[in-house]
């Protein structure tokens, strides 16, 4: 299954300079030691299990196993909105 991502999206991540900025967007992230922490945008939780990783420019949520970089980010809650 091949997936594309709108061309209005693609237009929203070039402006962003890293992933945490684009990100910061859609859910409320507080800096933890070297990464960022919050509520995953992808299910329904109360204690944040998504991190962000400004060094490798990549996500992981530990409650839903969703994990990419910039553009799999996008390209997933462009499906969601």
Do not use: W
């Given at each position: 299954?091949?997936?594309?991502?709108?061309?209005?999206?693609?237009?929203?991540?070039?402006?962003?300079?890293?992933?945490?900025?684009?990100?910061?967007?859609?859910v409320?992230?507080?800096r933890?030691?070297?990464?960022?922490?919050?509520?995953?945008?992808?299910?329904?939780?109360?204690?944040?299990?998504?991190?962000?990783?400004?060094?490798?420019?990549?996500?992981?949520?530990?409650?839903?196993?969703?994990?990419?970089?910039?553009?799999?980010?996008?390209?997933?809650?462009?499906?969601?909105?």
């Amino acid at each position: 299954m091949s997936r594309r991502i709108s061309d209005n999206t693609l237009q929203q991540v070039k402006q962003f300079s890293g992933i945490v900025d684009y990100i910061q967007q859609f859910v409320d992230l507080k800096r933890k030691g070297r990464n960022y922490l919050g509520l995953c945008p992808f299910h329904s939780e109360k204690t944040p299990s998504f991190t962000v990783s400004a060094e490798k420019q990549i996500f992981h949520c530990f409650g839903c196993h969703e994990s990419g970089d910039l553009i799999a980010f996008a390209e997933k809650i462009d499906n969601l909105t």
